[in-house]
Each structure stands twice: as structure tokens, then as C-alpha cells.
């Protein structure tokens, strides 16, 4: 078969447009594609639920595949290993209820199976602002990553959601914004961002998963991003709060979307 460049190019375009119009008005939105953004897409999506993850990078897993200082292995306590086992993940146990995994094995697991139940993700686009009527967030503004980094001046197109959810780590970009928009109106204690303190991993893995809620109407928080809005420490290279914080935002959104099988 003699190959035609024109179709291959065709075949592209026309396909990607195609998952795009699909994907104009979903049931949520996650901003980053670390663990706990993956693990939500995947269990939202298995659900039934039509969702588009975001992701600035060229591919999905944020801080998962460097381990701990490159080191590639991560660590994960008993009450996480269950998730990794559902992904079928191999872990090995280390000593007590610590267990460790493959960095590069856990990612590129998670991100195969959030893909291979629906999970539609559309990595290089980032996130730089929201879509909010009467104080609640009903979509996002969304650029294409290149256009941010080179500090091009092109304007940005919008998608609309039931729900959204801020999954981008450290950096809480989404939370941020609507700080900024709206100061003083988060579901934090404060009204404001909290902003991450030190380094406790212990604390820090018990408040991920109770920081993970809604922190404005229609905006969830989930991961390092629940922990950062809300004043917890950060907690290093041990994953499971991460896990347990993505399958928590997928229940929390699927029992508001009317959802009873989680
Ligand atoms: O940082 P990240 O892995 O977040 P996470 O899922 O996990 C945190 C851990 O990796 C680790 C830790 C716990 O052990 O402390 O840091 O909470 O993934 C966040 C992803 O969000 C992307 C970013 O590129 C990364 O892959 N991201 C950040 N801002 C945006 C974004 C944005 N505005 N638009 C799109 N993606």
C-alpha cells in the first residue's frame, strides 16, 4: 500500500475534532493527571460517568514516576495497597504495612486503565481560568500549554462541566484561581487558601483524605491539592493518601450525580 500523507494528517484532524466536540459539556472535569486525578478519572469514568482530564505535561502521572528523589519506587501503606490490587498493580511488602511498588509501573498502569474505562484525556492543554455563574463553577477556560509557556498572546476556548475538580498538586492552580476571583469565599475555615505546610507524613496521609471535599460550589479538591488549600503538610513519597484521596473525590461527585453503585 502506497501511504498518503494527506490521510494520515486527515485521519488526525478529523478524529481529534471529533473527541473534542464530544467532550464540550461533561459530567466532570479534572484538572492534572497525577495519582490522585488518575485514580479519579478511572473510577468516575468506570461509573459511567463522562469525564475529561487535563493535563499541562506531555504525559500523565505528575510526581509519580521520579518515586522519592529519582529513586524510582514508591511506598504505600495497607489501607492503599487495596486500590493498587484493583488496578493490578504488583506491590511488595517491605516490613509491617508498608509496601512498595514500581514508580514507572504504577504509572503507566493507572494511566491505562483510567484510559482503557473512558477516561478522556487531553494532555498539553492546561487550565488557566474557570467559568463560574452565581458563584458556582460550570466549566473551564482552557489554552494550549505551548501558548502559556511561550507567553503568546491568543485567547482561550471554554468547556462546561457538572463538576470540577483541582487534582494539580502543590500548585492548587484551580483553587487559586477562584481565590482570586472571588476572594475570601472558599469552604476553608478561613474563607482563603490555607497554603501546605512542612513535611509530616503521618498527619499529612490522614488529612488528605479528610480535606478531600468541595472547597466551592462545583469545585472538589483531591490529592496534594486537598492538603495544600486546606493548611496540611505535605508528605513526601508514600502514595496511598493520594489513592485513597482520588477514589474519595470520584465517590463524593458520583453520590451528587445521583450515582449508587461506588
Ligand atoms: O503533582 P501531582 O502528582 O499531584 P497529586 O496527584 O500527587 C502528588 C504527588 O505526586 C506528590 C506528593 C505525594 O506523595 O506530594 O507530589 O496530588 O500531579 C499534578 C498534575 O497537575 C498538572 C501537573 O502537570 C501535574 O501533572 N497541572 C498542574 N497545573 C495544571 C495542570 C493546570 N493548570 N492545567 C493542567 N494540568
Not at 478511572?42 to 510526581?63: A, C, D, P, Q
Not at 475570601?184 to 482563603?192: A, H, I, N, Q
Not at 499529612?204 to 486537598?226: D, H, I, K, R, S
Request: hydrophobic residues 45%; contains cysteine.
Amino acid at each position: 500500500m502506497a501511504l498518503d500523507e494527506r490521510i494520515i494528517t486527515q485521519a488526525i484532524v478529523e478524529r481529534w475534532h471529533k473527541k473534542f466536540q464530544e467532550s464540550l459539556d461533561v459530567d466532570v472535569c479534572i484538572v492534572g493527571g497525577g495519582p490522585a486525578g488518575i485514580v479519579a478519572g478511572y473510577f468516575l469514568s468506570t461509573w459511567g460517568h463522562r469525564v475529561s482530564l487535563f493535563e499541562r505535561k506531555l504525559s500523565l502521572g505528575g510526581g509519580m514516576w521520579g518515586g522519592g528523589m529519582m529513586f524510582n519506587e514508591i511506598v504505600v501503606q495497607e489501607e492503599a495497597r487495596e486500590i493498587l490490587d484493583q488496578f493490578g498493580v504488583p506491590t511488595v511488602r517491605f516490613t509491617g504495612e508498608y509496601y512498595c511498588a514500581d514508580s514507572v509501573m504504577c504509572t503507566t498502569t493507572l494511566a491505562s486503565k483510567a484510559t482503557l474505562a473512558g477516561l478522556r484525556v487531553w494532555n498539553l492543554m492546561s487550565m488557566e481560568d474557570v467559568v463560574m455563574r452565581s458563584e458556582r463553577i460550570t466549566g473551564l477556560v482552557i489554552n494550549w500549554s505551548a501558548v502559556q509557556i511561550a507567553r503568546l498572546h491568543v485567547d482561550p476556548l471554554s468547556i462546561a462541566s457538572k463538576f470540577t475538580v483541582d487534582a494539580t498538586g502543590h500548585a492548587c492552580e484551580v483553587v487559586n484561581v477562584v481565590e482570586r476571583k472571588v476572594p475570601g469565599k472558599l469552604l476553608t475555615p478561613s474563607g482563603k487558601f490555607e497554603g501546605e505546610k512542612s513535611l509530616w507524613a503521618d498527619r499529612a496521609e490522614q488529612l488528605t483524605l479528610e480535606n478531600t471535599t468541595e472547597v466551592f460550589p462545583g469545585l472538589y479538591v483531591t490529592g496534594m491539592a486537598a492538603n495544600a488549600t486546606f493548611g496540611g503538610p505535605r508528605m513526601g513519597p508514600i502514595f496511598g493518601g493520594m489513592l485513597m484521596s482520588g477514589k474519595k473525590v470520584a465517590e463524593l461527585i458520583h453520590a451528587r450525580l445521583g450515582g449508587s453503585n461506588a
